[in-house]
C-alpha cells in the first residue's frame, strides 16, 4: 500500500497547528518532518521538539534528517518515528542508520543518483531525492522514476521520494512500486486535501 505523506516545510509559523490539523482530519495519516541545520543544504524544518508538538495524535511519522553528522539527533527522532532518513554521501551516513536502527525505528538512506542507491542494504528502506535537498518547490527531476524502479527491483520495502508531488507523478511513482510519497506545497496548498488524496491514490 502506498501512503501520501505531508510536508510542513513552506507552512508559515503562525499556521503549522491549524495546518497540521486540517491535513490530519482530510485524512492526513503520515507526516514527514525535514530537519536542515544548514551543513548540507539550506537550513529549515523543524527541529524535534517541535515536530513532536505538531504532529497531529494518531498519524505516523517520518524524519528527514539533511546535515553532514546527524548522530546527535538520532535517538531523539526514532523514540517516535517511525523511519529516520539520512543522506548518502555525508560523512557518516551508515553509522547514523545503525544508530536508527538500534532504536527500534526503520533506517532510510536518502539518494539521489544509482550509485547511492546501490550502498542501501536491501532490508533499508530508501527516499529517492525528486528535487535537489532542501529545496522546497524546486524542480522535478524525472530521473527519480528510474531510481524508483531500481529500488523496486532491489526489494526494498520502503521507498519514499520526496519533492515536487503532483497526483500525476503519485499515481506514477506508486505504480513502480514506491511505498510513500512525500507532498508539501502540492499538498498543503489544495483547497480540498482529501481530492488531491484520491487523485494521487486512485
Not at 536542515?36 to 521538539?49: H, L, N
Not at 507523478?169 to 512500486?177: E, T
Amino acid at each position: 500500500m502506498t501512503v501520501v505523506a505531508a510536508s510542513l516545510w513552506s507552512v508559515p509559523a503562525a499556521s503549522l497547528a491549524a495546518e497540521a490539523a486540517r491535513l490530519a482530519a482530510a485524512g492526513v495519516s503520515r507526516f514527514h518532518w525535514d530537519f536542515a541545520d544548514g551543513s548540507m543544504s539550506r537550513a529549515g524544518g523543524f527541529d524535534e521538539p517541535r515536530a513532536r508538538a505538531l504532529q497531529p495524535p494518531g498519524a505516523s511519522a517520518e524524519a528527514h534528517l539533511m546535515q553532514r553528522d546527524p548522530r546527535p539527533r538520532i535517538a531523539a527522532w526514532a523514540s517516535w518515528c517511525a523511519s529516520v532518513a539520512v543522506h548518502a554521501g555525508q560523512p557518516h551516513w551508515r553509522e547514523a542508520l545503525e544508530l536508527v536502527a538500534a532504536a527500534g525505528a526503520l533506517p532510510v538512506l536518502a539518494v539521489t543518483d544509482a550509485e547511492q542507491l546501490a550502498a542501501a542494504p536491501a532490508d533499508w528502506g530508501v527516499l529517492v531525492m525528486s528535487i535537489v535537498p532542501g529545496e522546497a518547490g524546486g524542480s522535478f527531476d524525472a530521473r527519480s522514476y528510474d531510481l524508483v524502479a531500481a529500488a523496486a527491483a532491489r526489494g526494498h520495502r520502503h521507498i519514499g521520494v520526496d519533492g515536487s508531488m503532483t497526483p500525476e507523478r503519485a499515481r506514477r511513482f506508486a505504480s513502480l512500486g514506491a511505498t510513500t510519497l512525500v507532498s508539501g506545497s502540492g499538498l498543503v496548498g489544495a483547497a480540498d486535501v482529501a481530492a488531491w488524496l484520491r487523485a494521487a491514490m486512485p
